[in-house]
């Protein structure tokens, strides 16, 4: 796809919040792993940050200011669920390979980001200072906004497929904002015209 001036890297810029999320996060990773379980509790909840989900639900739902749609002459029709590709998610050995490729950076907006089976494991050490209900004001807002999602550029539901150069890693609040929408209806760059962001962020995959 050309690259056009007017395309964004991503819908809204990431907040500084996000980043001391992420770093009390990934300090509370540290503490655990040398017993420190009372100061990894409580930097779960420092990174609890009310101005990280207000971000990450500025993005989601049909009424966010930030997914400015425009209407593309011949783009990829939504398909009926019986024409789309069956497997929607990557296997293993190509998630294995995405972590790789793209590391642990959304590559829309660059935030951190963390897998759903890491939070997962560390909510059964500290399930009340990391809460995870069934609606978004239970759940908690540093994992909320970086959740790791395997995103297809070309959306599934318009014919995308798991090809490795059709996904990417994305924090869910790009993932869910953008929604079935190609990257020209909503005036996105293509994310594969920049390399991944590579830093010393490792999505808290040493305390697995």
């Known amino acids: ?3 056009r001036l007017s395309d964004r890297p991503c819908l809204r810029e990431p907040i500084p919040e996000i980043v001391d999320a992420a770093r009390y996060l990934d300090a509370a990773v540290s503490a655990h792993l040398i017993g420190r379980f009372d100061l990894a509790e409580a930097l779960i909840r420092l990174a609890d940050i009310p101005a990280v989900r207000e971000w990450t639900e500025s993005l989601w739902g049909a009424t966010s200011p930030y997914t400015q749609y425009r209407v593309i002459e011949n783009a990829s029709p939504h398909l009926p669920k019986d024409q789309r ?4 998610m990557p296997t293993a050995a190509q998630t294995h390979f995405l972590h790789q490729r793209d590391g642990y950076h959304c590559r829309f ?3 951190p980001v963390i ?9 059964k050490f500290y399930p009340d200072a990391l809460p995870w209900g069934k609606t978004n004001p239970e759940q908690h807002s540093a994992f909320q906004a970086l959740w790791l999602q395997y995103d297809h550029l070309l959306p599934h539901a318009r ?8 996904v990417v890693i994305t924090c869910a609040p790009c993932n869910f904002g953008r929604g079935s929408y190609t990257l020209e209806e909503v005036g996105l760059a293509d994310p594969r015209l920049r390399e991944p962001v590579r830093s010393t962020w490792d999505g808290l995959e040493r305390f697995c």
């Open 1 to 3: 796809m050309e690259k």
């Open 115 to 123: 897998r759903s089976e890491v939070r997962d494991r560390l909510r």
């Open 85 to 88: 590709v069956p497997n929607r």
């Open 109 to 111: 907006c660059g935030i």
């Open 159 to 166: 014919g995308g497929n798991n090809d490795l150069e059709n």
